[in-house]
């Protein structure tokens, strides 16, 4: 399992975005892109993507710019994994309407994977965007051990 670019660059930037929580005024993208060495066109399009889904405010014109849309303790890894990826599922078999399997019909497997998409969101869901706003990440009983 691994995640797109863009979700990775997003949690990058989500992160750059954090730091800079509780300054006066909005971030713009030439700030972020600067601070975390994204291409401005891809800072662009995240900045488009997570306001779409409620993890930013932006405004255009002066005094514009983004900030984060609740505080970042508020907004988890998986949030950010979603507002890209869309929901976390870690295969098609669990989406509804997907008849693509060769097994479908004798696949004793397919009833556990909602389970297991559930443990790996809620991993996810564990790590607020203030860890890994941090420069060191300290995980808090979520290892891999224990998933």
Do not use: K
């Not at 995640?3 to 997003?10: G, I, R, S």
């Amino acid at each position: 399992m691994r995640l797109t670019a863009q979700a990775d660059y997003a949690v990058v930037m989500m992160s750059a975005a954090a730091r800079h929580c509780g300054a006066a005024g909005r971030l713009n993208a030439t700030l972020l892109a600067g601070e975390t060495g994204l291409p401005l066109p891809t800072v662009q399009r995240l900045v488009s993507r997570l306001s779409a889904a409620g993890l930013i405010e932006s405004a255009r014109g002066t005094g514009g710019g983004f900030r984060l849309a609740r505080p970042p303790a508020a907004i988890s890894l998986a949030d950010i994994v979603e507002a890209i990826e869309g929901p976390i599922a870690l295969t098609a078999c669990v989406d509804h309407g997907a008849h693509d399997c060769a097994v479908e019909g004798t696949c004793h497997v397919r009833p556990h994977w909602n389970g297991v998409n559930g443990i790996v969101r809620g991993a996810l869901a564990a790590v607020p965007l203030t860890q890994l706003a941090n420069r060191t990440l300290q995980l808090d009983r979520v290892a891999v051990g224990e998933i």
